[in-house]
């Protein structure tokens, strides 16, 4: 299985970007994505966690409100939308994938198997 994030860019404060996650390979044993970020001497944050069946979950912190996950079975992919962007944003967005069971979301960093390059967002004026 494999994992590409796109959509990292430049964008200005209050801005507005879309990041996107294509798997490929053996998709069929993805159970949930969930979307993370990292910032320059920080630990990586779940910013959001979709199921297979498209049950998001947004985990309380500093881009509740935000963001919205969401799904397009037909081409495998998971897409990040993000609204009203800071400074702060800025990091590198990674996308993972889980292949495990029994849970309805997968929110530790550890519960996921699979992990994209990450894309690099920039938040700034």
């Known amino acids: 299985l494999k994992l590409e994030e796109s959509g990292g860019d430049l964008v200005q404060p209050g801005g507005s970007l879309s990041l996107s996650c294509t798997a490929s390979?053996?998709?069929?044993?993805?159970?949930?994505i969930g979307w993370y970020r990292q910032a320059p001497g920080q630990e990586r944050e779940l910013v959001a966690a979709?199921?297979?069946?498209?049950?998001?979950?947004y985990p309380t912190g500093p881009m509740t409100g935000r963001v919205s996950i969401f799904r397009d079975q037909a081409s495998d992919t998971v897409y990040l939308q993000m609204n009203s962007l800071k400074p702060e944003d800025t990091a590198v967005y990674y996308c993972?994938?889980?292949?495990?069971?029994?849970?309805?979301?997968?929110?530790?960093?550890?519960?996921?198997?699979?992990w994209g390059q990450g894309t690099q967002v920039t938040v700034s004026s």
């Open positions: 993972a994938a889980s292949s495990r069971y029994g849970k309805v979301w997968y929110v530790n960093a550890d519960e996921y198997d699979y």
């Open positions: 979709i199921t297979s069946g498209g049950h998001a979950y």
């Open positions: 390979g053996e998709t069929s044993c993805i159970t949930g």
